[in-house]
């Protein structure tokens, strides 16, 4: 048994940033298999409406003043045609398109006092929405 206060403090110094470094490696977190990255880690605000469709959903996000869209594929895989577009009433539309494997987007717009139509598809297949959240 270590009787000596001296030591004790030293092996606690030794002993404490050890295992701390030990959990962590031994503990799941974020990365390959310890968690699940969402779309709600890519927009900033609340989620406000998801909307799905046959191969996807279009999620869509708000803050006081920005709204953010994102279309995520149903079942992640090859790299497919996928889209998402936001436009604010008055202003033209932001889209992003192209080949992804997982989602596309996010887009983001100054919506303050405005309504927005989004839309999103997934290999061609897809939804859009009238005017909404006004």
């Known amino acids: 048994m270590i009787t000596d206060t001296g030591t004790v403090r030293t092996l606690a110094r030794v002993l404490v940033p050890l295992l701390a470094a030990l959990a962590l490696l031994l503990l799941p977190g974020p990365g390959p298999g310890g968690g699940t990255a969402d779309a ?8 406000t409406r998801t909307i799905a469709f046959a191969t996807g959903e279009l999620r869509l996000y708000r803050t006081r003043q920005y709204v953010c869209a994102v279309t995520v594929a149903t079942r992640p895989g ?8 936001l436009q604010p009433r008055g202003a033209r539309p932001v889209v992003r398109s ?12 100054h919506a303050l006092n405005r309504c927005v139509r989004a839309g999103g598809s997934v290999a061609g297949r897809g939804t859009t929405t009238g005017w909404i959240l006004c």
């Open 78 to 85: 090859p790299r497919r045609p996928m889209a998402v577009s």
């Open 40 to 47: 709600a880690a890519v927009c900033h605000g609340r989620p």
């Open 98 to 109: 192209g080949r992804f494997d997982r989602q596309a987007g996010p887009v983001t717009v």
